[in-house]
């Protein structure tokens, strides 16, 4: 795993894009993001004085089973504590279930919202 150089930003704004994310929501180069072994990325804000999960995304050329939990690690690796995270796809809240066995305290506009713990 290793921070987001500006040499990164084609790689991530194409991955995002491809999920549907409007350049306009894209905070990559703006917060704390993590490349974890060119499979993915994720990028940390802070929303209710918690970590907040803004991007987690697996390249789709490489997804499968085994790089989501590796980005997962990473992530768990880096923050510890509560962590908020809102899923907008499908995928995401089956990794969420199976790794932090959790299920959403919220959902609005078809976004399922988490609060986990990292220990």
């Known amino acids: 795993m290793r921070k987001y150089k500006n040499s990164d930003e084609q790689w991530v704004k194409n ?3 491809a999920e ?3 350049d306009d929501e894209m905070v990559f180069n703006e917060k704390e993001t993590h490349i974890v072994d060119d499979i993915g990325f994720f990028t940390l804000t802070t929303a209710h004085s918690r970590p907040y999960l803004q991007h987690f995304c697996v390249d789709r050329i490489k ?3 085994k790089a989501a ?3 997962l690690k990473s992530l768990a690796r880096t923050v510890k504590g509560s962590l908020i995270i809102t899923a907008k796809h499908a995928y995401l809240n089956v990794l969420i279930r199976y790794y932090f066995k959790k299920y959403p305290y919220a959902e609005k506009n078809g976004h399922k919202a988490y609060l ?3 220990t």
């Open 15 to 17: 991955m995002l894009r």
């Open 20 to 22: 549907g994310i409007p």
């Open 63 to 65: 997804r499968s089973p």
């Open 69 to 71: 939990r590796l980005l």
């Open 116 to 118: 986990v713990e990292v």
